[in-house]
């Protein structure tokens, strides 16, 4: 692909070297690092020489904890040590870190610096992409948040080592989701790849690219960049209807059912080939197991579907294909139509 990144996006050999440059091109008053207990143990180390100066905050990994009590604590620990507008803030983690320490170096004193170092394979290739923040409210997901960019994001795939197989799988659907809905020659070679960090290192470029090429074509999603939904609209709901039913999944294996049931819809509704299809559904399958979805709580998937907050007024609008690589969005669905493909993945 014949485009490069965004200056404040940095593909690094070397976390370490790379922040220690951008500090030096700066004069902050003070430097804090948000990590969770995981990002502290495995990620901190690689890059610990060129923060000594710095002020760990530690808060506990999980989305359970990404809600206005932690943004407190943040705020909190910011407060206690007097920081200035001056200040800079430093994500060390996954998507959670990054969107919520974004939110709370946003909103400190109307906005402090702050730059994202994604160490998931979820948060390199998508959550670190396109300045949105936030935080979950009351049971919703990201409910409270704002859109901003990072002053700087420095990808280095070396973090990646540590990660849980199941985080790279997941981070790996949002990789194929780009390719899907934007460049199929992408989506073709990721479909061979083995889910290694060696394996998958070479195409987080074009990836992340991809990711910037939609947000940048409309970057507060009035448009194009609901193409980003892709497997989103049912995804979700699987995703809800297992965290409920106390059956938790990983937000990027239900993306990837989601595809699945999407790539039905968009043969039915959009006229994606039966070829294309089927083999779309057979690279999934190669690559996350089913969701066991009972079929007595089709009802209720369904219902999820309806309550998705990107839909408009009653009626549920998703992101479907014309082919690999072509994607359209705001697709009105039926509940027929909804349920047909829950069925559909179900068998
Ligand atoms: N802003 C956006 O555009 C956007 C896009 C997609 C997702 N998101 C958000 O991202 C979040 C999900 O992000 P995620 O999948 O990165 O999950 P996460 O941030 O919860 O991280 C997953 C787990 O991996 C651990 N971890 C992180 N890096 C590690 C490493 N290098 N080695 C070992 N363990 C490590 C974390 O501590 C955590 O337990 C959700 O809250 C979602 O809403 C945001
Ligand atoms: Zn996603």
Redesign the pocket.
């Known amino acids: 692909m014949n485009q490069t990144l965004p200056v404040y996006i940095e593909i690094s050999q070397n976390a370490e070297e790379s922040i220690a440059s951008f500090l030096a091109s700066k004069k902050y008053s003070s430097v804090f690092v948000l990590l969770?207990e995981?990002?502290k143990t495995?990620?901190y180390p690689l890059v610990k020489k060129s923060l000594k100066e710095a002020i760990c905050i530690e808060i506990k990994?999980?989305?359970q904890y990404?809600n206005l009590d932690t943004c407190q604590f943040i705020w909190s620990k910011l407060t206690r040590h007097t920081t200035d507008r001056k200040a800079l803030l430093i994500n060390l983690?996954?998507?959670?870190?990054?969107?919520m320490g974004g939110f709370c170096a946003a909103t400190y004193k109307r906005g402090i610096d702050f730059i994202n170092i994604p160490?998931?394979l979820?948060?390199q290739v998508?959550?670190s992409i396109?300045g949105?923040?936030g935080i979950d409210f009351q049971g919703l997901?990201?409910h409270i948040g704002l859109f901003q960019l990072p002053n700087k994001v420095i990808i280095d795939s070396r973090?990646?080592h540590?990660?849980?197989h199941k985080?790279l799988l997941?981070?790996f659907a949002e990789m194929l989701k780009h390719g899907l809905i934007a460049d199929g020659t992408h989506f073709k070679d990721l479909i061979n790849l083995r889910i290694d960090v060696q394996s998958i290192t070479p195409h987080l470029l074009t990836s992340i690219q991809l990711k910037n090429r939609i947000v940048l074509s409309d970057p507060t999603e009035s448009n194009n960049r609901k193409l980003l939904n892709w497997g989103h609209t049912l995804g979700h709901a699987i995703e809800t209807f297992c965290l409920t039913n106390n059956t938790p999944i990983l937000?990027g294996e239900a993306v990837a059912a989601g595809i699945i049931m999407e790539s039905y819809l968009s043969e039915k509704i959009l006229g994606l080939s039966h070829q294309e299809c089927r083999q779309i559904e057979e690279a999934i399958d190669s690559f996350y197991q089913r969701v066991s979805l009972p079929k007595g709580h089709l009802n209720k998937i369904a219902e999820y579907v309806l309550q998705d907050k990107k839909n408009e007024g009653n009626s549920t609008q998703a992101v479907l294909l014309q082919s690999i690589g072509k994607a359209q969005h705001s697709i009105p669905l039926t509940m027929q139509q909804v349920k047909e493909a829950i069925l559909y993945y179900i068998k």
């Open positions: 969770d995981n990002t495995h990620c990994s999980g989305e990404k983690g996954g998507g959670v870190i990054g969107d160490t998931t979820l948060s998508d959550a396109g949105k923040l997901k990201n973090f990646l540590t990660l849980p985080q997941s981070g937000h």
